[in-house]
């Protein structure tokens, strides 16, 4: 089978240093648009997470037309459409906390050479307006979900989302960033691999979405 449907789709930053010039805004540098399909937009940038390491964030944003922010947000909560727009995931759990605090557990089968990857996020919601929801997520540790052998846990992954009403339209940001783990695929199979399946997943996330 087709190895790019079974990579991670999560593994999406790794550090390098990167071997272009990087445009810059107060010492930080800014997002760079680097594929654009059906509306969907992939942005990159380098950010420094220590001292001389530099780390790859990525950024994704489309604009849904007469949508709801309820509509974007259940789709985000639904565990059995999660695995609809995440391809990869074999395995996904979402436990409540409250109506604005879960947990989602996701399982990806990758074939060898590389090993199998797992997470645990946790999602917040910090913000609720009638025009506007911000959902931060962070990886964690729970007693639920205990390390599985020869199983990669990504355990530095961290990102938001921004639902944003303009009008009758919607726009979705998505923020994701990590840090290196062993196990990933080397970048020269990684970055089409991480771009495309970004742009895929956001794809179908707007078709569900305008169904």
Known sequence: MNL?????????????KPSFSQNEKNGISIFELVRSE???NLYERWV?????????????TFSLGHNSIDKVFGLIRNP????????????????????Y??????????????SNQDCLLEYKVNLIKTNRMHISFESIVS????PIENVVRLTKLKGMWNIIKQGENILVEYYVSNVPVDGIPPRWLA??????????NFKIFKEIIDK
């Not at 790019?4 to 390098?16: G, Q, R, S, W």
């Not at 420094?48 to 994704?60: C, F, G, I, M, N």
């Not at 007693?143 to 205990?146: A, G, I, T, W």
């Open 191 to 200: 970055d089409p691999i991480i771009r495309n399946n970004l742009l895929n």
């Open 101 to 114: 605090q879960w947990m989602v557990y996701s399982y990806y089968d990758i074939p060898w050479p590389f």
């Open 80 to 99: 059995r459409k999660f695995q609809e727009w995440n391809k990869g995931v074999s395995n996904v759990q979402i436990i409540e906390e409250d109506n």
């Open 38 to 40: 059906d509306n969907v």
């Open 143 to 146: 007693e639920k979900f205990p």
């Open 48 to 60: 420094y997470v220590e001292k001389e390491v530099l780390a790859r964030e990525l950024k994704v």
């Open 4 to 16: 790019i449907k079974y990579v991670l789709t999560l593994v999406l930053i790794f550090l390098i």
